[in-house]
């Protein structure tokens, strides 16, 4: 699938400003973008509860997040399919556990994986609230994932967030994954919004927040354990917020056009979430 993200490409200077605009004006906001796994979805937790029902042990947590990230890059390099992928980081996390099974039982193994794991999926106290507000804050929404295409839509259908999305980007699907400029740029074009009047928001600091500042959006790292408490920083120019109940507030104070929706009548959700989101 072929893209032109030059087109969209900006520097990263203050655009010139518009006719009968002061120069020192907020940037417009148009498009948020959001991942999915551990930004609306709490996909650790549900991951840790599949593998205690598999295994019976609840320190196996570290060892899956470590196979599955070497697994994942190996996608992003375009040298692994996903679907080989999973098979290949299931058989790979078994060998670890000294369980050395034919291609039959790792398959088993790995579909009944998937089973629990499909009824373990939660949302985050947050996330309904905040895509609300931005709803109502009148800006289009997108999910970005670098997940692959039948799983993800199938969690966003369950749950309930596919009505709140213009657009779903899924690193399978489109050929590319986060952070390469691509996968943002995609998106824009798709909304037909240039990337200085988007933000990106997601949990992994290299992969989302500053993959999409490199890109030229706007970028805010979720950073829901507090992370940057303990050693690892945002790089300037990309925000950082500990939760989704924050980020209205982060975007009204950054951003033009932004928590003043079209008047409504007292009582709408609109007229409520502008009145006392905070």
Request: one cysteine or more; glycine letters at 8%.
């Amino acid at each position: 699938m072929d893209f032109a993200p030059a087109a969209l490409s900006r520097a990263r200077t203050a655009p010139p400003a518009a006719a009968g605009r002061e120069p020192w004006a907020p940037p417009e906001l148009s498009l948020v973008c959001l991942d999915i796994d551990d930004t609306l979805i709490d996909c650790t937790a549900a991951i840790r509860r599949t593998l205690h029902a598999l295994t019976g042990r609840d320190d196996l947590w570290p060892l899956w997040d470590l196979i599955t990230e070497e697994h994942v890059a190996l996608v992003v390099a375009g040298k692994l399919g996903y679907d080989v992928m999973h098979h290949r980081r299931t058989e790979c996390f078994l060998a670890e556990l000294g369980i050395f099974g034919d291609s039959a039982q790792v398959s088993a193994f790995e579909a009944r994986r998937r089973e629990i794991l499909a009824r373990s999926w939660r949302l985050f106290d947050d996330v309904v609230p905040c895509l609300e507000w931005l709803r109502a804050a009148g800006l289009r929404l997108a999910a970005v994932t670098n997940a692959s295409g039948v799983h993800q839509r199938q969690k966003i259908a369950e749950l309930g967030l596919a009505p709140f999305f213009d657009h779903v980007a899924i690193a399978g699907e489109v050929g590319v994954a986060k952070p390469d400029p691509v996968m943002f740029h995609s998106v824009c074009l798709a909304l037909d919004c240039p990337p200085e009047r988007t933000v990106h928001v997601g949990d992994k600091l290299d992969t989302d927040a500053i993959g999409a500042f490199d890109a030229g959006l706007g970028a805010v790292w979720l950073d829901r354990d507090g992370t940057s408490r303990t050693g690892e920083r945002a790089p300037e120019g990309v925000r950082t917020v500990t939760g989704l109940d924050e980020l209205p507030e982060l975007l009204v104070s950054e951003y033009a056009t932004v928590g003043v929706p079209a008047p409504r009548a007292a009582g709408t959700p609109a007229a409520t979430v502008s009145g006392g989101m905070f």
